[in-house]
């Protein structure tokens, strides 16, 4: 009788073909359409697969995992892998990988359009033309906070936040970052940025932006506090994780002037958007759409793909996919890379 293959299940449609190499070695169960898998899905979907291919929406713990004893392997598209308790998934020798590297220039240049359009109120002049309230060209209207000249804080500097540092030496920023540990200098004189203290970062930045990666440390890590600490008139933006952001306490600083705008790409209970932040004008509102180009969402999916197949001990990578998390990668504030 014919030994049975292993087994994988990619949680979402993502690239036939790409999804296709996987079938060399494996029988793969596809979803044929976008879902939002409960967990009780996820757990029945893992029950019997050896590997499993997901994204962010899907959430892997202890729980999706108990029922599954041949599961060896989840690899993540994406670089960000809160979705995934890579301690319990450790736990059980189950190798979780994400995929670094090929997402960050793109999430780079969309950081930067996202804080430009929220300084320059680029959304908010388009829904006031639209909504046919331009009467006529004024001298004061929808100004904006400066770009050029101005002081750039990031808040985590792994690969993107460098990527972001780099795009703000064309435009003459002044670049600040923070980072549990400082960059060596060459990486610091490449980005032309000046490691500061949390503190100082909050006080001087006039455009601050989250890279960082969502962990349970640094939840809220912008609250009502920091956001008393930052430059009256400053900006924030996020393109990284929903849960670093107390989106209360940013809808209060923005509806009190505190701030003059805001950038967010990401959300704490995505895809809801707290009612208080889309009433706000001042904040320019994206759906997770920072990695989102054709030829990048498909490097994510090839590195994922590569990492599943190494990680199940098969292809030129055997036992040694490029990007495995850990629980000390996982439980550490790291920089999103
Ligand atoms: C992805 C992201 O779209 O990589 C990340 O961490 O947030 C996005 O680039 C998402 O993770 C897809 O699963």
Redesign the pocket.
């Given at each position: 009788m014919a030994e049975s293959r292993p087994k994988v299940w990619v949680s979402q449609p993502l690239y036939e073909d790409l999804e296709a190499r996987l079938e060399q070695w494996f029988d793969v169960t596809r979803t044929a359409q976008v879902t939002d898998h409960a967990p009780a899905a996820i757990a029945a979907a893992l029950a019997d697969a050896d590997g499993a291919l997901v994204?962010?929406?899907d959430r892997i713990g202890a729980a999706e995992i108990a029922g599954a004893p041949r599961l060896r392997a989840v690899a993540?598209?994406?670089?960000?892998?809160n979705n995934l308790d890579v301690a319990a998934l450790a736990a059980r020798g189950i190798v979780a990988t994400?995929?670094p590297g090929v997402?960050t220039e793109t999430?780079a240049d969309f950081g930067f359009a996202l804080m430009m359009a929220a300084a320059r109120r680029i959304t908010e002049a388009e829904h006031w033309l639209r909504d046919g309230r331009w009467q006529g060209w004024g001298f004061h209207q929808m100004l904006g906070a400066e770009i050029h000249g101005s002081t750039l804080g990031i808040l985590g500097m792994g690969r993107i936040g460098q990527g972001i540092a780099r795009r703000a030496r064309g435009f003459g920023m002044r670049v600040l970052y923070h980072n549990r540990s400082r960059l060596p200098d060459a990486v610091e004189r490449d980005c032309a940025a000046t490691w500061v203290a949390r503190e100082s970062l909050l006080a001087e930045s006039d455009h601050l932006v989250l890279v960082l990666p969502y962990t349970a440390a640094n939840h809220h890590v912008i609250d009502a506090v920091a956001l008393a600490r930052m430059k009256p008139g400053a900006t924030l933006t996020n393109i990284a994780?929903g849960g670093l952001v107390d989106e209360g306490a940013l809808a209060d600083a923005l509806q009190a002037g505190r701030l003059a705008a805001a950038g967010l790409d990401?959300f704490e209970g995505e895809p809801a958007v707290d009612p208080r932040l889309t009433a706000c004008r001042n904040v320019v509102l994206t759906p997770?759409i920072?990695?989102?180009s054709l030829p990048t969402?498909r490097a994510?999916v090839s590195l994922a793909v590569d990492n599943l197949v190494a990680a199940m001990g098969q292809g030129p990578d055997a036992g040694r996919p490029s990007d495995p998390v850990t629980p000390q990668t996982g439980g550490k504030a790291v920089p999103?890379q």
């Amino acid at each position: 009788m014919a030994e049975s293959r292993p087994k994988v299940w990619v949680s979402q449609p993502l690239y036939e073909d790409l999804e296709a190499r996987l079938e060399q070695w494996f029988d793969v169960t596809r979803t044929a359409q976008v879902t939002d898998h409960a967990p009780a899905a996820i757990a029945a979907a893992l029950a019997d697969a050896d590997g499993a291919l997901v994204t962010l929406n899907d959430r892997i713990g202890a729980a999706e995992i108990a029922g599954a004893p041949r599961l060896r392997a989840v690899a993540n598209v994406g670089v960000g892998y809160n979705n995934l308790d890579v301690a319990a998934l450790a736990a059980r020798g189950i190798v979780a990988t994400n995929t670094p590297g090929v997402l960050t220039e793109t999430t780079a240049d969309f950081g930067f359009a996202l804080m430009m359009a929220a300084a320059r109120r680029i959304t908010e002049a388009e829904h006031w033309l639209r909504d046919g309230r331009w009467q006529g060209w004024g001298f004061h209207q929808m100004l904006g906070a400066e770009i050029h000249g101005s002081t750039l804080g990031i808040l985590g500097m792994g690969r993107i936040g460098q990527g972001i540092a780099r795009r703000a030496r064309g435009f003459g920023m002044r670049v600040l970052y923070h980072n549990r540990s400082r960059l060596p200098d060459a990486v610091e004189r490449d980005c032309a940025a000046t490691w500061v203290a949390r503190e100082s970062l909050l006080a001087e930045s006039d455009h601050l932006v989250l890279v960082l990666p969502y962990t349970a440390a640094n939840h809220h890590v912008i609250d009502a506090v920091a956001l008393a600490r930052m430059k009256p008139g400053a900006t924030l933006t996020n393109i990284a994780r929903g849960g670093l952001v107390d989106e209360g306490a940013l809808a209060d600083a923005l509806q009190a002037g505190r701030l003059a705008a805001a950038g967010l790409d990401v959300f704490e209970g995505e895809p809801a958007v707290d009612p208080r932040l889309t009433a706000c004008r001042n904040v320019v509102l994206t759906p997770h759409i920072a990695s989102a180009s054709l030829p990048t969402r498909r490097a994510m999916v090839s590195l994922a793909v590569d990492n599943l197949v190494a990680a199940m001990g098969q292809g030129p990578d055997a036992g040694r996919p490029s990007d495995p998390v850990t629980p000390q990668t996982g439980g550490k504030a790291v920089p999103l890379q």
